[in-house]
């Protein structure tokens, strides 16, 4: 009798911004859904990102307060709408073309892939839903369909992102986790996993 061919489990952790992406879509996503008021902001918000680069600021209190400057007080059906005309503006281009050759062509049998982001879960669900992942992102804060400004639990950087990957995989084993990455920030998620990419697809 022939010998059955045993599959690996796979688990491929891909970072979004950077990583599968050419360029950082927060600002994108931000600048397309109000470009008066991104702009404003971004002058406003500059004596903050100075002091980001310099790690004299909170990346996590900068974030939310630029996200929060712009989306406060919108509708989640507008977000939404906002969201789904962003992906058709941007996809494929914003994404790596050897990213989405990879992505493409990976084995399907046998393997779950996750998007981990900290960019908000609002404008990378299209793109993870196009690519045919699971997404784990920073998640904006609704109430009676308002965005309040805030996330529900931490922003998905750093070690956050392995705990929020470690509750998603809960009870499931792996033969192998992969994991791509391109900045500090993915680093806790790289160590996390069996194998590590670091600029893989630029």
């Known amino acids: 009798m022939p010998i059955a061919k045993i599959l690996m489990k796979k688990l491929y952790l891909f970072d979004f911004d950077g990583t599968l992406t050419y360029k950082d879509t927060m600002f994108l996503y931000l600048k397309f859904y109000n470009p008066s008021k991104f702009k404003f902001q971004f002058i406003k918000h500059v004596p903050l990102f100075i002091l980001l680069k310099l790690k004299l600021a909170n990346t996590e209190k900068v ?16 977000i939404e709408e906002k969201s789904k005309k ?3 503006n941007h996809y494929p281009e914003i994404i790596r073309g050897n990213a989405l050759e990879f992505i493409n062509n990976r084995d399907s049998q046998n393997t779950e892939g ?3 982001s900290a960019s908000l879960d609002i404008w990378v669900k299209p ?10 992102a920073t998640r904006a804060e609704f109430k009676n369909n308002i965005f309040t400004g805030n996330f529900v639990g931490r922003n998905c950087n750093g070690a956050e992102k392995v705990n929020r990957i470690k509750q998603a995989i809960h009870g499931k ?13 993915d680093r806790p998620m790289m160590d996390f996993a069996d194998e590590s990419h670091f600029e893989f697809f630029h």
């Open 127 to 136: 793109f993870a839903e196009k690519l045919g992942m699971n997404m784990i």
């Open 114 to 116: 996750y998007i981990v």
């Open 63 to 78: 974030k939310k307060s630029f996200i929060s400057s712009i989306l406060k007080g919108q509708s989640k059906s507008r």
């Open 173 to 185: 084993k792996f033969d192998k986790i992969i994991a791509f990455g391109d900045t500090s920030g």
């Open 86 to 88: 962003f992906f058709e």
